[in-house]
């Protein structure tokens, strides 16, 4: 079993509706919780963290962590064309090289 | 992305050759990775190193060294180059525990 499951999707939505994307995980050492967008072709991009259980909040994009339920989600709400990407969900725990333990994304479009 | 690129961005290899990538950092960052994606496999760490001549294993180490030599480079080797290792890879920055931050990547293709 990987630590971090992501469902792989494709997801895909039409302009303006509420997304929800979702990983679930075994370890419950993880204290730091991450969010990267990645465009076709592109490097990773750091969207959003959150450490520990709770709600955070950027423009459109909610964070949601389940510490509990070893669940964290992303809403993205309004979406845009300019949101198709892949979503990849990210963990961390204080060890020697800070690693990060990644699922495997989920690739979304948004259809004007 | 800024503070952070990668060389070269394509390369075709053949089997049995000696590879090296590339990565340079201008933010001063202690950490840096190196990461392979592959489709259903997302990323997989290769190598990581926490300051400078300190490195250690990833997931996925077997057929990969690397080298750091100064806090902003960081070098991936294939030692000698097999069609498996046709990959994407990323190189990536950090200094707090929540943050890496990743450069534009690498197609390496090996025939």
């Known amino acids: 079993q990987k630590e971090v499951e992501q469902d792989p999707g494709p997801l895909s939505v039409p302009e303006g509706a509420i997304v929800s994307l979702n990983c679930t995980y075994s370890n419950s050492a993880f204290q730091y919780f991450m969010w990267y967008r990645q465009y076709s072709r592109k490097g990773p991009e750091l969207l959003m963290y959150t450490y520990s259980s709770g709600n955070k909040e950027d423009g459109r994009f909610t964070a949601q962590v389940d510490k509990s339920s070893k669940y964290i989600s992303l809403f993205i709400r309004d979406s845009q064309p300019s949101d198709s990407a892949t979503y990849l969900c990210a963990m961390s725990v204080q060890n020697t090289g800070n690693q990060f333990y990644f699922g495997t994304g989920t690739s979304l479009t948004v259809i004007p | 992305d800024a503070g952070i690129t990668q060389s070269p961005r394509h390369k075709v290899t053949e089997t049995g050759t000696p590879v090296t990538l590339r990565c340079h950092q201008t933010e001063n960052h202690r950490y840096m990775y190196w990461y392979r994606q592959d489709p259903g496999h997302g990323l997989r760490l290769i190598h990581y190193s926490y300051g400078v001549k300190d490195t250690d294993k990833g997931e996925v180490s077997d057929g990969y060294s690397v080298s750091r030599s100064k806090t902003e480079d960081f070098l991936l080797t294939l030692e000698s180059a097999t069609s498996s290792q046709t990959s994407v890879y990323f190189c990536?920055?950090?200094?707090?525990?929540?943050?890496?931050?990743f450069g534009p990547g690498t197609r390496l293709t090996v025939t």
């Open positions: 990536a920055m950090g200094g707090q525990i929540y943050e890496q931050y």
